[in-house]
């Protein structure tokens, strides 16, 4: 089945999903963020694994200049049981997250955004439309020898008020895990 990707300038689907932390959140719980990172995720892919110690580092980074990240697992767990809601708490916690880590039961979320990697960005304005969508960088393996910092770019340049030159990249990673 063909999932057709948010559109850059669309808005961003609202969703009502439960977190690591006990609490459920919706994009109005970002309402006081100027950008909202939204990261397709998971627990067993080793590319989101590779990118969790950057996600950690670009939320302390810029979250005192209004960013936030949160993250969406959305892999079924039938034949992906480390994605399993009770295995996010713990990677989470092991990890030190320091942004909502959410469960998509449903697949509802990752299907209304069109999403078909972990991990994929979409990052959102103030107004929640959809800016830049793609990959973080170009090199998941080895983070010191990455030329394009693509999400640090589309967030830097946001923040000036400026246009993003390359608004979509392909996402390289796992592909998500669908039930149907």
Known sequence: ???????????????????????????????????????????????????????????????????????????????????????MVERALEKKFNFPYLRDETQEVADAYGAHYTPEIFLLDVERRLRYTGRIDDNWQFPDHVQSHDLIGAIETLLVGGEIAHPETHAVGCTIKWAK
Not at 7 to 34: E, M, W
Not at 59 to 75: D, F, M
């Open 1 to 87: 089945m063909e999932r057709k990707r948010l559109a850059i300038g669309a808005t961003g689907r609202d969703f009502k999903l439960p977190c690591v932390d006990g609490q459920t959140y919706s994009l109005g719980h970002f309402k006081n963020k100027k950008l909202l990172v939204i990261v397709f995720s998971c627990n067993h892919c080793p590319y989101v694994q590779a990118y969790e110690e950057r996600f950690i580092k670009i939320q302390r980074e810029y979250a005192e200049k209004g960013v936030g990240i949160v993250a969406i697992n959305s892999n079924e767990t039938a034949n992906y049981p480390e994605d399993r809601f009770d295995k």
